[in-house]
């Protein structure tokens, strides 16, 4: 079997297809994929400051180099990497370490939040008491990147998800009767303009994990894959597992399932009832629905009784 472009030899056969590329075809491929979501889009403009959400994966430092290309062949655009320090040992001590050598050589500035200076704990210590990292640990994730984002100035947050997490989001909110949570979901998320919130971008969007994966592992950017030891405790972790044999079955499942997504998203963000209302937490200003936002509700009712 050669590339099918170039005749070369491959070095990956495409998802759902028999198309196979060399080294060089597959770049082309990938990065006119998310140059073009970009442009379609509109995800990033002249004069814009995007942020990228980093966590030395991946997905988020591939990002991190595609928008940092895009941005080469355009005036005004500012890049900054913003990462999250949950404070999980063996796993995202060493994710940083690769980030911020990736920083270093790609000359993109880095912040790094962590948890433990945020709020009080690392996520080590507060696993041990409470059995659902996962739902913690997403609230004061989104909490830090939104506030670090307006702290440093962003137009925009960028993040790594792919068309998989993509699909997994969307699942997951038909599974709990999510509507309201998926009118914000799509390439550029959110439904109003509000600008105590920061929208979210993302460029990868019809990329799925296995060409994310291939593309960072050829250019280099990762030598080893590794994961969250409390990733398979998640809603999400379960979807993930049901998807991934379903698309084993049947390919092309999740491609369908954004696909199809899409084409309801304009009438979800039109839906007047899903609009809502943004308040600005009683305790913190960050945007919430309540009073009191999430995050401080888990400091109070968790954190600091640890
Ligand atoms: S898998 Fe759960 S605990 Fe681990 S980083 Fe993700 S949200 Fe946090
Ligand atoms: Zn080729
Ligand atoms: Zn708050």
Redesign the pocket.
């Known amino acids: 079997m050669v590339c099918k472009k170039c005749l070369e030899n491959p070095a990956i056969t495409l998802p759902n297809s028999n198309i196979s590329l060399c080294k060089s075809c597959f770049f082309k491929y990938f990065e006119r994929k998310v140059f073009k979501t970009i442009k379609d889009y509109k995800l990033i403009e002249q004069g814009e400051h995007i942020g990228v959400a980093c966590s030395g994966g991946k997905d988020s430092t591939s990002v991190l180099y595609l928008i940092k290309k895009f941005s080469e062949k355009r005036k005004n655009i500012t890049i900054t990497a913003l990462a999250v320090d949950?404070g999980?040992k063996g796993y995202?001590d060493t994710s940083l370490e690769s980030l911020k050598k990736f920083c270093d050589k790609e000359k993109i500035p880095l912040h790094i939040l962590s948890y433990k200076e945020s709020f009080g704990k690392d996520?080590d210590s507060i696993?041990k008491k409470f059995p659902r990292?996962?739902s913690i640990?997403?609230v004061f994730?989104r909490y830090l990147l939104n506030k670090g984002s307006k702290n440093l100035g962003f137009t925009k947050l960028a993040t790594g998800h792919n068309l998989d997490d993509e699909a997994q989001s969307i699942m997951m909110n038909q599974f709990r009767s999510n509507m309201k949570v998926s009118a914000r979901l799509g390439p550029i998320t959110g439904i109003v303009k509000n600008k105590n919130f920061i929208p979210r971008i993302k460029p990868l969007y019809f990329l799925m994990e296995k060409e994310v994966a291939a593309y960072a592992f050829l250019k280099g950017f990762i030598d080893k894959y590794s994961e969250?030891?409390?990733?398979n405790?998640?809603y999400r972790?379960n979807v993930r597992d049901f998807l991934y044999d379903f698309e084993a079955k049947f390919p092309g499942t999740k491609h369908n399932i954004v696909l199809s997504f899409l084409e309801i998203l304009p009438l979800l963000k039109k839906n007047q009832e899903y609009k809502g209302s943004l308040n600005e937490c009683e305790a913190c200003g960050e945007p919430c629905s309540q009073k009191i936002c999430q995050a401080c509700t888990y400091v109070e009712t968790v954190v600091k009784k640890i």
């Open positions: 949950e999980i995202r996520l696993v990292p996962c640990c997403g994730r969250c030891p409390h990733t405790t998640s972790g």
